[in-house]
């Protein structure tokens, strides 16, 4: 429920919102990286205008509606690491849902915001930073721009084995939110 001076705004997975997590290559593909996107998710974002440092973010993600989009790999490889990505690496049958809420938003010296809040991937929560540039667009939408930097070890995700195609990834990986806020139905 929205306080005093809070404009909900909802989020959904469209063309124009994307979540997506690059993971980097090492050794003689260290100029490669994967593309990991998640295809449906959901979530609120409370904006205070008067008060950034009030507003609120709250993610939910479909950790089945990954996929491997990069452009390097054939179509059979890029299954072959959605398949690693789903299965193994997210337990996605075990762990259905990724989840993020925020739990402080502190203004950034020159442009933006950091967003502090708890992040659950594979049953493990621990917190996340996430960079936020807000842009307010017409059509009562805001646009959300953030990311941030994880180590996969700390939620349990292990480096993949070379069957998979995927040996000499690092540990270190991107989460790249690019949502389309828009005003919830109540607000219109």
């Known amino acids: 429920m929205p306080g005093e001076g809070e404009i909900p705004y909802t989020i959904s997975a469209s063309d124009d919102s994307t979540i997506a997590v690059e993971v980097f290559k090492t050794r003689m593909m260290r100029k490669r990286k994967h593309l990991l996107f998640f295809q449906n998710f959901s979530g609120k974002f409370l904006h205070s205008c008067d008060q950034p440092e009030?507003?609120?973010?709250?993610?939910?993600?479909?950790?089945?509606?990954?996929?491997?989009?990069?452009?390097?790999?054939?179509?059979?490889?890029?299954?072959?690491?959605?398949?690693?990505?789903?299965?193994?690496?997210?337990?996605?049958?075990?762990?259905?849902?990724?989840?993020?809420?925020?739990?402080?938003?502190?203004?950034?010296?020159?442009?933006?915001?950091?967003?502090?809040?708890?992040?659950?991937?594979?049953?493990?929560?621990?917190?996340?930073?996430?960079?936020?540039?807000?842009?307010?667009?017409?059509?009562?939408?805001?646009?959300?721009?953030?990311?941030?930097?994880?180590?996969?070890?700390?939620?349990?995700?292990?480096p993949p084995s070379s069957r998979f195609g995927l040996v000499g990834t690092r540990d270190e990986a991107l989460i790249h939110l690019l949502l389309w806020g828009r005003l919830a139905e109540s607000e219109r």
Not at 68 to 93: F, G, I, S
């Open 54 to 158: 009030a507003s609120r973010l709250s993610l939910t993600i479909d950790a089945k509606s990954v996929v491997c989009r990069d452009q390097w790999l054939k179509a059979r490889q890029q299954r072959r690491v959605t398949e690693y990505a789903r299965n193994l690496a997210l337990a996605a049958d075990r762990h259905p849902e990724i989840q993020f809420s925020s739990s402080r938003v502190a203004t950034k010296p020159l442009r933006g915001f950091t967003v502090e809040g708890v992040l659950n991937v594979c049953g493990v929560t621990r917190v996340l930073r996430l960079n936020l540039v807000l842009s307010p667009r017409s059509n009562a939408r805001l646009q959300l721009d953030a990311d941030a930097s994880i180590r996969l070890t700390d939620f349990g995700i292990e």
